[in-house]
């Protein structure tokens, strides 16, 4: 230092910082592990540092950081050959960002405030619901973990642990695959096969393990085996496969298929939650349907004659799908494309050389006719087993691929014929006309002849109309009925009664028509013999019309035709019918008509009638019917009664079934008499007045005169008997 001079001293102090930085390993969350699943990947997540100059806590934290820094996490192998994936603030890991702090040539961290985030999750894996945890602590911390850089006498120090393991969930989805048949390419299982129960295996194409269910697989091994349902399609849930690849074999067919045609699908795992969709045309396994033949020869009884020409029915139990098959002319039958081309004629039914083929599919020689199914062979009458008891239908299963069961030599035996005698009669009567009626009832009588004593029958029998030759249909349904027995003579007697609405049905002639069957199967009868000849007159019943006579006869209350004028006429109809049919319900209507207008009769604007609703129960009855109303006008009048008579079985549509309307009928008929005229009171005198003449005169009645001269007379003595009746109690009043 001189003297007169000024000397300038440099000071720097050294801030206090810290070299002991924060190092992020990161793990599988669910191995807990730093190995990857299937072919995710630990290396490559990116952490987002932030350091602030000041001591802040997740509250107050500025807006800006002073520093920040974004990292990623890289692979380092262990001295043990471990491998790690980790993240810190060093160049190597550095994405982007500021500048690191630096002391002597080492980065360092000064006094402050220092945040790390995961930003972005590696491949395979999921950002969402990752944490970070100190070694040895069981505190998960999520989203954004916050630590601070503080003075420590001399030394600046980190508070927390400065190594943290961050875990990341793996991304999880599923499979599903869907069962095809070959032949049809379709989602539905031919014949009696099923597409269900099919068993595929999913195995692990990952170097690196998975874990599935809880338990770790490697590369080739099965990882879970899942079965078809009833739609042919196998399924996994939406979290069950890790990222990854990953193969589907079928390791068992479904019942009825072969495994030809199946074949592996690989697939990947590439988002969470979802499930790979393997159900299409493209993307479906197919396999092959199990496919058989049968054969066999027809031989009859004793002569052991070969049959030619005979048809067999093949039918699928499952599907009701039928076909024909025919004997050549040694007997023999078969459905095997070596016998007869599959292509050939296909499923015509009419010779031995047409071909058969069951299936919705193109025929194909190289296969059999038949599904995999159970079939039930019925031999079908022709004339070459004319005479014969046919076998009874009888099943074989089709189980084995290209294999031809021999059903072997097939022997009818001559049969016993069945004949049917009929007579067919009203129930009640045993008559052959019914009248027609809600009620009607046929019993038919049916003689057997030539049963099998022991055997179980059905008797089926219906109506037909004769006229048309049609089945009888009453409210569209076929009026039929039917009787099971067991035969205890080869002769028998049996009923069979048909209960119907035969209202409608007068003159009609009704046939019975029968069909016997053998019912030693109940779920296939065979029929046996039948009676059905429309000509038949001892299956035949007529139907007559229902008449109902209707006979009345109106008149007073006391049962005369002659009523006086007054404002309470009543008039009683008794009304006698015969022919009404026993339980129906009836309602009769009646009303009063004027005579010589031939119109109703109007009271007030109204119509005079009433009616009377009952029920029958005989078939002829006498019920009455009154009409009550003002007559006062009606001096002179000859009223009729008229009446309609209706089936009441459906009240909302009344029928009418009869009716009697003849203005000319002496017994409907009720005359209206005037009212007399009276006489006016004598006055009150001491002789009596002589008495007035009646104001009503009319000529004498002269020969050939049409006047009716009693009628004058009876009204003559009236008179006399009024004026003498007033001239004694006048004169007995006098007294008094």
Request: proline letters at 3%; a negative charge.
């Amino acid at each position: 230092m001189e003297v007169g001079k000024t000397a300038t001293l440099t000071v720097a102090d050294t801030p206090k910082v810290t070299e002991t930085l924060i190092d992020l390993f990161k793990i599988d969350m669910e191995t807990g592990k730093s190995t990857p699943q299937g072919t995710a990947s630990l290396e490559g997540a990116e952490f987002t540092w932030s350091y602030y100059d000041g001591h802040y806590n997740a509250d107050n934290l500025p807006a800006k950081a002073t520093r920040t820094w974004t990292t990623k996490t890289v692979a380092e192998k262990d001295s043990d050959g471990t491998i790690h994936y980790v993240s810190r603030l060093a160049d190597s890991y550095k994405v982007s960002g500021d500048s690191f702090y630096t002391q002597d040539g080492k980065n360092v961290l000064p006094l402050g405030t220092l945040t790390v985030t995961e930003t972005k999750a590696p491949n395979g894996y999921l950002l969402d619901g990752a944490y970070m945890q100190a070694g040895g602590s069981s505190e998960q911390i999520k989203g954004t973990y916050l630590t601070q850089i503080s003075e420590d006498g001399e030394l600046a120090v980190l508070s927390g642990s400065n190594q943290y393991s961050v875990s990341d969930k793996v991304i999880r989805g599923g499979v599903k695959i869907q069962k095809r048949d070959l032949e049809t390419k379709d989602t539905k299982a031919q014949g009696s096969a099923t597409l269900q129960y099919t068993e595929f295996n999913i195995i692990s194409l990952n170097d690196s393990p998975v874990l599935v269910e809880g338990k770790l697989y490697s590369k080739n091994e099965t990882v879970k085996k899942i079965q078809t349902g009833i739609d042919g399609i196998a399924s996994t849930s939406a979290d069950l496969l890790p990222y990854g690849n990953y193969r589907l074999e079928e390791s068992k067919a479904p019942e009825g298929y072969l495994t030809d045609g199946a074949k592996t699908i690989d697939f990947s795992i590439t988002e969470d939650g979802k499930i790979v969709d393997l159900t299409d045309k493209s993307h479906s396994v197919y396999n092959q349907i199990k496919r058989g033949d049968i054969e066999g020869v027809k031989i009859g009884a004793g002569t052991h004659k070969r049959l030619a020409g005979v048809p067999f029915r093949i039918t699928s139990k499952t599907t009701g799908e039928s076909h024909i098959v025919v004997t050549d002319n040694n007997g023999q039958f078969s459905t095997a494309s070596s016998w007869a081309s599959h292509k050939v004629n296909t499923n015509a039914g009419k010779s031995s050389e047409d071909g058969v083929w069951f299936g919705t599919s193109e025929p194909d020689d190289s296969k059999g006719a038949l599904l995999y199914d159970t079939y039930v062979i019925e031999e079908l009458k022709c004339d070459s087993n004319a005479g014969f008891k046919l076998i009874p239908a009888f099943e074989v299963v089709v189980s084995r691929n290209k294999v031809t069961v021999d059903l072997g030599t097939l022997t009818d035996e001559y049969e016993k014929e069945i004949t049917i005698h009929t007579t067919a009669t009203d129930k009640k009567t045993g008559e052959k006309m019914i009248v027609a009626g809600k009620a009607i009832k046929i019993v038919d009588k049916v003689t057997l002849n030539g049963l099998e004593t022991g055997r179980k029958y059905k008797l089926s029998g219906w109506q037909m109309l004769k006229e048309e030759n049609a089945e009888l249909l009453i409210d569209g349904k076929r009026v039929d009925s039917d009787y099971t027995f067991t035969a205890d003579s080869e002769k028998m007697t049996v009923e069979i009664t048909y209960s119907f609405d035969g209202s409608a049905l007068g003159g009609q002639n009704l046939v019975t028509f029968e069909e016997l069957y053998d019912m030693s199967n109940p779920k296939e009868p065979v029929k046996v013999a039948e009676h059905k000849d429309i000509n038949d007159d001892g299956q035949t019943v007529l139907i007559t019309e229902r008449i109902i006579k209707i006979h009345t006869t109106a008149t007073d209350k006391n049962g005369k035709k002659e009523i006086e004028a007054g404002k309470d006429v009543t008039i009683v109809d008794k009304v006698t019918l015969d022919g009404l049919e026993v339980g129906t319900k009836y309602k009769l209507s009646g009303w009063q008509m004027l005579k010589e207008e031939n119109a109703e009769l109007l009271i007030d604007g109204k119509k005079v009638s009433n009616e009377y609703e009952f029920t029958a129960d005989n078939e002829k009855m006498a019920v009455e019917i009154a009409f009550t109303f003002d007559g006062s006008s009606l001096g002179g009048k000859n009223l009729v009664t008229f009446e309609e008579l209706y089936d009441m079985t459906n009240p909302d549509e009344p029928k009418k079934v009869t009716e009697h309307k003849d203005i000319t009928d002496d017994g409907q008929t009720v005359t209206i008499k005037e009212v007399p005229e009276i006489p006016d009171t004598p006055k009150d005198t001491d002789t009596p007045d002589t008495p007035s003449t009646v104001t009503k005169t009319s000529d004498s009645p002269k020969t050939g005169d049409n006047t009716n001269i009693y009628a004058y007379l009876a009204m003559l003595g009236l008179s006399c008997v009024g004026l003498g009746g007033m001239l004694y109690f006048k004169r007995r009043r006098k007294k008094s």
